[in-house]
């Protein structure tokens, strides 16, 4: 099994605030798109810089609201937020 990993979000002004965790980068992009929102024709760009290096990992995300599954628990909602990303790219940080 791998490790689970700190990823944290860059904002515009290349200050840090927020750290989301997960295996992959893409697990804790999820978790940062379904906080953020946008939509699929205006997707909201996502940094995330993983802790202890200088890569930060690109992301375009939004969400969508979808039906529920069939098989939901009782307390669960008939609609849901569905959160999506697509990976952009990585960038080397010159200094944290």
Same mark, same amino acid.
Request: glycine content about 8%; proline content about 6%; hydrophobic content about 35%.
């Given at each position: 099994?791998?490790e689970?990993? %700190?990823?944290i *979000?860059r904002k515009? @002004? %290349?200050?840090? @605030?927020g !750290?989301?965790t &997960? /295996?992959? $980068? /893409?697990q804790a992009?999820?978790?940062v798109?379904? /906080?953020? &929102? &946008? ?6 760009? #996502?940094k *995330? /810089?993983?802790r202890?290096?200088?890569? !930060?990992? #690109?992301?375009? &995300?939004?969400? =969508? !609201?979808?039906e ?8 669960? $909602? @008939?609609k849901?937020n569905? $959160?999506? !990303?697509?990976k952009v790219?990585? =960038? ?5």
């Amino acid at each position: 099994m791998t490790e689970i990993k %700190n990823f944290i *979000l860059r904002k515009k @002004d %290349n200050t840090e @605030d927020g !750290v989301f965790t &997960g /295996r992959q $980068p /893409r697990q804790a992009a999820l978790k940062v798109a379904n /906080r953020i &929102g &946008g939509t699929k024709n205006n997707p909201v760009e #996502i940094k *995330l /810089r993983e802790r202890g290096t200088k890569k !930060v990992h #690109i992301f375009q &995300g939004w969400k =969508e !609201v979808i039906e529920a599954p069939k098989n939901k628990p009782a307390w669960m $909602p @008939d609609k849901i937020n569905k $959160p999506f !990303v697509k990976k952009v790219g990585i =960038e080397k940080l010159e200094k944290i």
